[in-house]
């Protein structure tokens, strides 16, 4: 029976929740028993904290030099950094993944009004809020500095200007939980995330292409975000700056409007949260399919000539590159790339420079550039398996078999997009001489095998499980990273030389036959390595496995 | 069937100062449906994973049907069906892909494994979601898909780390049927549960670890024959579990202490 004699307070509530928040951080700042983890968090803590900082004087600085230089209406831009930054950043970071979860708290006896409140009180304790309402204080001591008189109204603005975002914010926030709790529609975001990332990337050449004749397109434009919030910030501030009362009036109002514009959208989305809602991602059961007949007895296997083992192995790799939006969608890159530094520095019409790279130089750099983006994943090669790293150790086969399907997928993948990327290129600037380009081949082939004997040897050793469609606490081992850079920056510097070397010595031919040489000895390197792999891999089991399934 | 199908000798393993399993002396003969019991972190899936190969032993030996688990770990999983604590799925594949996956893997050829898989799916209920990738499978599927997926190969042995949880009852059903039809045909079965009933009634033989010794080990009448039960009534095996593992009064929460629930 129980015998609650009393309900605790909404304030007692939010007390609670806030106390169980900071003890969750403590104790996962406990667990990071790892010291690269806390050298990366420590990295990251004096990086934001310099970055909070630093904008605090910016925006002093701003907010100061416009009210006293007579541009007072220029105070709205700082606004509007304030405002994108504050719904921008929760969206990159907590909307890929699933974080502490405030619907849990629909658990405990709240009130309707308890569960706003609380849900409210969340979008005060994330990064962006912190930032964004010190960059507000620094705003308010700017303009108390500038010009006093306008202190009461930039508090009572800044006031609303923080409440309406703060609803914006957890409005879009949980509109997003909802539509992101179903994998495919995570992948889908993570997806178009990857691809705006992409897009960014074309932004500097666009501009300096059609900057000039998107001027006047841009001033349209202009007039029309007015009627947002941080214009509207702005207005009154400026209102009260020129004592225009009724600008200040109208400013405040419209701020305010949003706000409750928001919260009424808030407390219907939460309302909906607080009656029960389904965010199941198990899939209803679908209508039973006929089966037909198996046919495979009369297919022929396309891998018939690896062992079932290997060609096992190399399938489910396919499937989950496949199936990973994250890798499928970094495989685009390298052609976009290829593009994108061709038409800046290379062929007739160089965008970024004068003079065009020669194609002879140009060419083995942008495959080595290819291979330092392409090979980065083979350093934690089971970092997707997460559990089913177990199904390897329970099965009859020795690592051996695990690396050669692993690797056999990498190399497939590689060669797909390197000769994608020749193609464009060969397209767009034309391929090198003969020579070079038979050295850059063999080159390719010394440094990627190389490369995968020593990124079998991370992948068991740094071993860091990572989640399908999820950026939020998605990082690669520091070791492993800092293995893939070596070995990277170790080959790169053998193979640089050896491709001058026909300058040197006057013979063209000369790099391509000691990098034949070398992918022989990397290729006979990497099939020793395989056992000695397979070995380390049993004596790492335990591990790997804890590692890997947490 | 008298040929032992697991022995094990002085098997221990430690983790920095703490002995999860400590020289535990097994031996389950084939054809055992076996019940490996003990309470929450007394040692029994650190013995599974010993006996599989997912897990090395600081000391002592295992040997599987005949073979030194050591000495010759790929013939052993060649005979072995494991569903490890976790289950150990690759998420991101569907149910027949990742059946297909481990078929091959034990060096079935395609034709076989494809027949296997899809009469599994048809006997675990799992066909109707021929597109649905494991990860969105809800618990007691992924256990179902599990234990297809260690019955595949047909193994002599069969681990099974609480095979029925979250299992819906009309499934265990089949599946207990299908696991004593395996006993009858001379698989060994080594299973673990906290279920003590399943095991009463599944089980021929039971072991009880506890704090990583082995406690108490035979068949249940001879189990049964060393506990003093009520005259006229049959001892049960909670009856035994809780008289073995010291739990029988002395040891118990006392229920007093909670007087404010009751």
């Known amino acids: 029976?129980?015998?609650?004699?009393?309900?605790?307070?909404?304030?007692?509530?939010?007390?609670?929740?806030?106390?169980?928040?900071?003890?969750?951080?403590?104790?996962?700042?406990?667990?990071?028993?790892?010291?690269?983890?806390?050298?990366?968090?420590?990295?990251?803590?004096?990086?934001?904290?310099?970055?909070?900082?630093?904008?605090?004087?910016?925006?002093?600085?701003?907010?100061?030099?416009?009210?006293?230089?007579?541009?007072?209406?220029?105070?709205?831009?700082?606004?509007?950094?304030?405002?994108?930054f504050r719904q921008l950043v929760p969206i990159f970071t907590a909307g890929f993944g699933a974080g502490f979860e405030f619907r849990n708290m629909l658990r405990f006896p709240?009130?309707?009004?308890?569960?706003?409140?609380?849900?409210?009180?969340?979008?005060?304790?994330?990064?962006?809020?912190?930032?964004?309402?010190?960059?507000?204080?620094?705003?308010?001591?700017?303009?108390?500095?500038?010009?006093?008189?306008?202190?009461?109204?930039?508090?009572?603005?800044?006031?609303?200007?923080?409440?309406?975002?703060?609803?914006?914010?957890?409005?879009?926030?949980?509109?997003?939980?909802?539509?992101?709790?179903?994998?495919?529609?995570?992948?889908?975001?993570?997806?178009a995330f990857v691809l705006c990332a992409v897009s960014l990337q074309f932004l500097n050449p666009l501009l300096q292409r059609y900057g000039r004749a998107a001027q006047p397109w841009v001033r349209q434009v202009l007039p029309y975000l007015s009627v947002f919030p941080p214009s509207l910030a702005g207005r009154a501030i400026v209102g009260a700056a020129q004592g225009h009362f009724t600008d200040v009036l109208l400013g405040a109002a419209g701020i305010s409007a949003y706000a409750l514009l928001f919260s009424v959208f808030l407390w219907l989305r939460f309302a909906t949260q607080y009656r029960?809602?389904?965010?199941?991602?198990?899939?209803?059961?679908?209508?039973?399919?006929?089966?037909?007949?198996?046919?495979?007895?009369?297919?022929?296997?396309?891998?018939?000539?690896?062992?079932?083992?290997?060609?096992?192995?190399?399938?489910?790799?396919?499937?989950?590159l496949t199936r990973n939006s994250f890798a499928f969608f970094l495989l685009i890159m390298p052609p976009v790339f290829v593009l994108l530094f061709t038409t800046q520095f290379a062929g007739r019409h160089p965008t970024a420079t004068k003079h065009a790279v020669s194609t002879e130089f140009f060419f083995p750099g942008m495959m080595a550039y290819l291979i330092l983006i392409l090979m980065a994943p083979a350093y934690n090669s089971f970092a997707y398996d997460g559990k089913g790293i177990q199904t390897f150790f329970t099965s009859p086969v020795s690592f051996r078999?695990?690396?050669?399907?692993?690797?056999?997928?990498?190399?497939?993948?590689?060669?797909?997009?390197?000769?994608?990327?020749?193609?464009?290129?060969?397209?767009?600037?034309?391929?090198?001489?003969?020579?070079?380009?038979?050295?850059?081949?063999?080159?390719?082939?010394?440094?990627?095998?190389?490369?995968?004997?020593?990124?079998?040897?991370?992948?068991?050793?740094?071993?860091?499980?990572?989640?399908?469609?999820?950026?939020?606490?998605?990082?690669?081992?520091?070791?492993?990273?800092?293995?893939?850079?070596?070995?990277?920056?170790?080959?790169?510097?053998?193979?640089?030389?050896?491709?001058?070397?026909?300058?040197?010595?006057?013979?063209a031919w000369l790099p391509a036959e000691v990098f034949v040489f070398l992918a022989g000895a990397a290729i006979a390197g990497y099939t020793s390595s395989l056992d000695p792999l397979a070995a380390l891999a049993e004596k790492k089991k335990e591990t790997l496995i804890d590692a890997l399934s947490r | 069937?008298?040929?032992?199908?697991?022995?094990?000798?002085?098997?221990?393993?430690?983790?920095?100062?703490?002995?999860?399993?400590?020289?535990?002396?097994?031996?389950?003969?084939?054809?055992?449906?076996?019940?490996?019991?003990?309470?929450?972190?007394?040692?029994?899936?650190?013995?599974?994973?010993?006996?599989?190969?997912?897990?090395a032993p600081s000391s002592g030996r295992a040997q599987l049907l005949g073979l030194d688990f050591a000495r010759h770990p790929v013939e052993v999983k060649r005979q072995i069906g494991v569903v490890p604590e976790g289950m150990g799925l690759f998420e991101r594949l569907t149910g027949a892909e990742y059946l297909q996956f481990v078929g091959r893997m034990y060096g079935l050829d395609r034709p076989t494994t494809q027949r296997r898989s899809e009469e599994l799916l048809d006997f675990m209920q799992l066909s109707d979601r021929p597109k649905t990738l494991i990860a969105d499978y809800s618990h007691g599927m992924q256990k179902k898909l599990a234990l297809a997926a260690a019955v595949i190969h047909g193994p002599r042995i069969l681990f099974l780390d609480e095979p029925f949880e979250g299992v819906d009852a009309l499934a265990a059903g089949a599946l207990k049927a299908l696991l004593g039809r395996m006993?009858?045909?001379?698989?060994?079965?080594?299973?673990?549960?906290?279920?003590?009933?399943?095991?009463?009634?599944?089980?021929?033989?039971?072991?009880?670890?506890?704090?990583?010794?082995?406690?108490?080990?035979?068949?249940?009448?001879?189990?049964?024959?060393?506990?003093?039960?009520?005259?006229?009534?049959?001892?049960?095996?909670?009856?035994?579990?809780?008289?073995?593992?010291?739990?029988?009064?002395?040891?118990?929460?006392?229920?007093?202490?909670?007087?404010?629930?009751?």
């Open chain 2, 183 to 262: 006993t009858e045909r001379g698989v060994t079965i080594f299973l673990t549960s906290h279920v003590l009933e399943i095991v009463e009634r599944l089980c021929s033989h039971v072991a009880i670890i506890d704090k990583g010794r082995l406690v108490a080990q035979g068949s249940l009448a001879e189990l049964r024959a060393g506990i003093a039960g009520e005259e006229g009534s049959k001892t049960t095996l909670e009856q035994i579990f809780l008289s073995i593992v010291g739990q029988d009064g002395a040891q118990r929460p006392q229920l007093e202490e909670l007087s404010w629930l009751m």
């Open chain 1, 110 to 191: 709240l009130s309707l009004g308890a569960f706003y409140a609380i849900g409210l009180a969340y979008g005060l304790a994330d990064f962006a809020a912190i930032a964004s309402s010190c960059w507000l204080m620094a705003m308010i001591i700017g303009v108390a500095r500038a010009n006093p008189t306008v202190l009461p109204t930039m508090i009572a603005v800044s006031a609303l200007f923080l409440l309406m975002n703060i609803t914006l914010e957890r409005m879009i926030g949980s509109w997003l939980e909802r539509i992101l709790a179903r994998r495919r529609a995570r992948e889908i975001f993570f997806a």
């Open chain 1, 1 to 84: 029976m129980a015998d609650v004699t009393r309900l605790p307070g909404v304030w007692e509530q939010i007390r609670l929740v806030a106390g169980l928040r900071w003890r969750i951080l403590g104790n996962n700042l406990r667990k990071k028993h790892n010291q690269w983890d806390l050298i990366g968090m420590i990295f990251i803590g004096v990086f934001a904290t310099l970055f909070v900082l630093g904008l605090c004087f910016a925006f002093y600085f701003g907010a100061y030099s416009f009210l006293s230089g007579g541009h007072e209406a220029w105070i709205a831009f700082l606004f509007w950094g304030i405002f994108l």
């Open chain 1, 276 to 320: 029960g809602e389904e965010l199941s991602e198990t899939a209803a059961p679908e209508r039973a399919v006929v089966r037909p007949i198996s046919r495979t007895a009369e297919q022929s296997d396309a891998l018939q000539l690896l062992t079932p083992q290997v060609a096992a192995v190399l399938r489910k790799e396919f499937r989950y």
């Open chain 2, 1 to 55: 069937m008298t040929d032992a199908a697991i022995v094990t000798e002085k098997l221990t393993r430690r983790f920095g100062n703490l002995t999860a399993v400590d020289g535990v002396d097994l031996t389950v003969a084939a054809g055992q449906f076996f019940g490996f019991l003990g309470p929450n972190g007394a040692g029994k899936s650190t013995t599974i994973k010993m006996l599989t190969g997912l897990l």
């Open chain 1, 401 to 507: 078999e695990v690396f050669l399907g692993k690797n056999l997928l990498q190399v497939a993948m590689l060669t797909f997009e390197l000769t994608l990327s020749m193609a464009a290129f060969s397209y767009l600037v034309g391929l090198p001489s003969l020579p070079v380009l038979v050295a850059t081949l063999a080159a390719i082939v010394f440094n990627v095998t190389g490369q995968l004997a020593i990124a079998n040897w991370s992948s068991l050793s740094f071993p860091r499980k990572l989640n399908f469609g999820q950026m939020r606490g998605q990082r690669q081992s520091g070791m492993a990273v800092l293995v893939s850079f070596g070995t990277q920056i170790l080959l790169g510097g053998i193979s640089a030389p050896i491709l001058f070397m026909s300058r040197w010595t006057g013979n």
